[in-house]
């Protein structure tokens, strides 16, 4: 099995900048996806970035030129650099792990870190 642990959320005024992230333990495997996720209240869960095991990256179009995605294979951290955070970006982040490509589909990630909670002040 694999967990993931996010932490980093907070509280930052619009315009401002944070840095989540996502530690992995467990199970390895030698091609994965890993990606973050996030949810407002009343709002369904949706895609915000992704990165693959050779460091391929995609971004929602919402986030694109705002938000950086890496991963540090010898922490096996993954992390979201989050600058110019606007009001919208309000919700908790999800980190998650799936075998294979990347996607953008949550129900096809295997594995999910609990979450933490980003408030972005107008």
């Known amino acids: 099995q694999v967990q993931l642990v996010e932490s980093g959320g907070g509280l930052v005024q619009a315009g401002g900048s944070l840095r989540l992230s996502c530690a992995a333990s467990?199970?390895?495997?030698?091609?994965?996806?890993m990606g973050w996720f996030r949810q407002a209240p009343g709002k369904e869960r949706e895609f915000v970035a992704a990165i693959n095991w050779i460091g391929g990256t995609y971004y929602a179009d919402s986030v694109k030129g705002r938000f950086t995605i890496t991963n540090d294979n010898v922490k096996s951290t993954m992390y979201l650099q989050i600058n110019s955070a606007k009001p919208e970006d309000t919700a908790v982040y999800y980190c998650?792990?799936?075998?294979?490509?990347?996607?953008?589909?949550?129900?096809?990630?295997?594995?999910w870190g609990q979450g933490t909670q980003v408030t972005v002040s107008a």
């Open positions: 998650a792990l799936r075998r294979g490509s990347i996607a953008t589909n949550p129900s096809v990630f295997e594995y």
């Open positions: 467990g199970r390895a495997f030698s091609t994965y996806s």
